[in-house]
């Protein structure tokens, strides 16, 4: 598989990242629609009527080509509310303003098919009690997004070496400035970072890259270190402690000694 951002498998029955195939679904669908009012008598629904029927179809499309179901939703109300938004006035910069953030914090997560989600405080806890007491224990959180779970060790646990690495320019600069002192925050890619000088890795991702993760993790970690994993299991690899969490997505640690 090739090195990059991705590390990530294809939607089964798409050649596509989901967000591709989401938003290019409407490509078709509007120019059909469009075409519709313009051939058929009486077929010209107001703006608002228009955006329903297309978020509508979209729905129904998305479910069809099996995309995550939070696809299957942003596309159906995707345009009914920009319709809404702009009837009342609502200036088209703030949409601008808002996909500029977005690209700055998200637009790894086409490709890489990792969102951005946060630690909740209580996996931020688990880890540091899940992370053995030796001086300078090295750890690294891969795809630290906001710095959460490196601001939570550092306060935690001091006596630990902290680093993280992170894709998305505007999470890096956050966790950047959040860290200042606490860590050491890299801006890239995680399929590029050496893991051997770590006893920890820590990663939030997704289930797409997890098994590519662990192969590299055992390729490049010393045996013994840990390799911890919020939420997202090792397909076919049974871990060696599973923490609940009960937190608000009812989360879990997963903890893997390196063979
Ligand atoms: C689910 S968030 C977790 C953030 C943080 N670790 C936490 O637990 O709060 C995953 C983060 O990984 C980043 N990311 C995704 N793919 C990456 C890659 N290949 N290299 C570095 N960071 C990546 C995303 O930008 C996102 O900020």
């Given amino acids: 598989m090739r090195a990059g951002v991705e590390g990530a498998t294809p939607t089964p029955g798409s050649r596509w990242p989901p967000a591709v195939s989401a938003l290019g679904l409407h490509l078709p669908l509007w120019a059909a629609l469009l075409a519709a009012t313009h051939v058929l008598p009486g077929a010209a629904p107001d703006r608002l009527g228009l955006a329903w029927v297309e978020g509508g179809l979209a729905f129904v499309l998305s479910r069809a080509l099996r995309l995550p179901p ?3 939703w942003i596309n159906l109300f995707f345009f009914p509310l920009l319709v809404v938004l702009l009837e009342h ?26 969102p951005l989600f946060l630690s909740s405080d209580r996996a931020v806890a688990a880890l540091a009690a899940s992370i053995p ?35 998305a320019p505007l999470n890096w600069l956050i966790a950047r400035l959040r860290l200042d002192g606490l860590a050491r925050v890299r801006l890239g890619n995680l399929w590029a970072v050496d893991l051997a000088p770590y006893d920890v890795v820590y990663a939030y991702l997704s289930p797409a890259p997890m098994s590519r993760l662990w192969a590299k993790a055992c390729r490049e970690m010393r045996p013994g270190s840990l390799f911890i994993s919020n939420s997202f299991e090792v397909p076919g690899v049974a871990p060696e402690r599973v923490i609940p969490l009960d937190d608000l997505t009812q989360s879990k640690l997963l903890i893997w000694r390196i063979p």
């Fill in 89 to 114: 006035g609502f200036a088209p910069a703030w949409a601008l303003a808002a996909l500029a953030v977005l690209a700055l914090t998200s637009l790894g997560s086409v490709r890489s098919r990792v």
């Fill in 133 to 167: 007491e030796r001086p300078d224990l090295r750890v690294i959180d891969l795809g630290c997004g906001w710095g959460g779970p490196l601001a939570g060790l550092a306060r935690r646990r001091p006596d630990l070496v902290l680093h993280g690495v992170e894709a």
């Fill in 70 to 72: 939070w696809w299957a």
